[in-house]
């Protein structure tokens, strides 16, 4: 009686090894990995879907999403498109994902496309500084404009004031303009942080107000306050709640 129990045993084990074959291997689990996905887009461009293998995961909203999504490694076809645009996708790629994380960030206009990027190490600011750029995404603003940043802050009185610390030429729509460096804000608490003007380079006609707008170079999210050793890629958008320009962060990388 044990001989058969032991001669079943060998017999389910041996079916069990067998059954785990395909075309001689042995088939491997499943792993898993994350993959980011960083969008920057704007509001015309309304909800993106995230399709993996064919099927939908997630969604990215306007004007910026960020999405952790858990996936199985290996190649993965990856499409993101607009609502009713799947055979026009806006990202159209085979990932082959590792057991480390992977990271996709894209920005998108309709008209500008600009996919992966940020900074490549090719300029360090001195330490203590940061660089900063810019995209122009605002429609209603031309092809080209020109940039000048203020620090804006307020005098022992409690009167606003502001000085010019830099001029950027011809910011386009078409990709990142050249770095710039800036340094901590002269005015110490009682420093506003960075803002910007706007003018057509043709005629000086001034696009965006300083005083009316406040529109500030973010290098958090949250607050304008400069922060050191950053680099930001920024976007020029105009906030369609308040009316008013502002900047929103396209790549963000803090230097170590």
């Given at each position: 009686?044990?001989?058969?129990?032991?001669?079943?045993?060998?017999?389910?084990?041996?079916?069990f090894f067998f059954a785990c074959k395909k075309d001689g291997e042995l088939i491997e689990a499943k792993s898993y990995t994350s993959l980011t996905i960083s969008s920057t887009t704007t509001a015309d461009v309304g909800l993106l879907l995230v399709d993996?293998?064919?099927?939908?995961?997630?969604?990215?909203?306007a004007p910026s999403a960020t999405k952790n999504i858990i996936i199985y490694t290996g190649n993965r076809k990856l499409k993101i498109y607009q609502l009713g645009k799947a055979s026009n996708p806006i990202i159209d790629t085979l990932l082959n994902l590792k057991g480390n994380s992977a990271k996709l960030t894209f920005l998108y206009t309709g008209d500008l496309k600009i996919i992966g990027g940020g900074y490549d190490g090719s300029i360090t600011p001195v330490r203590g500084h940061s660089l900063v750029q810019f995209v122009d995404l605002e429609k209603s603003?031309?092809?080209?404009?020109?940039?000048k940043i203020y620090e804006v802050y307020f005098n022992d009185a409690g009167d606003l004031l502001y000085d010019e610390v830099a001029t950027v030429k011809g910011i386009n729509k078409t990709g990142f303009g050249p770095y710039i460096e800036l340094s901590q804000p002269k005015h110490g608490d009682y420093s506003l942080g960075y803002y910007y003007e706007l003018f057509n380079p043709t005629t000086n006609e001034k696009l965006v107000d300083l005083l009316t707008d406040l529109p500030s170079v973010y290098f958090d999210p949250q607050t304008p306050i400069f922060l050191e050793n950053k680099v930001m890629s920024l976007g020029i958008v105009k906030d369609a709640g308040a009316g008013v320009f502002t900047t929103t962060i396209i790549y963000d990388t803090q230097l170590k």
């Open positions: 009686m044990k001989k058969i129990k032991l001669l079943f045993l060998i017999i389910l084990i041996s079916q993996i293998d064919g099927k939908i995961t997630d969604t990215l909203k603003l031309p092809a080209l404009v020109d940039m």
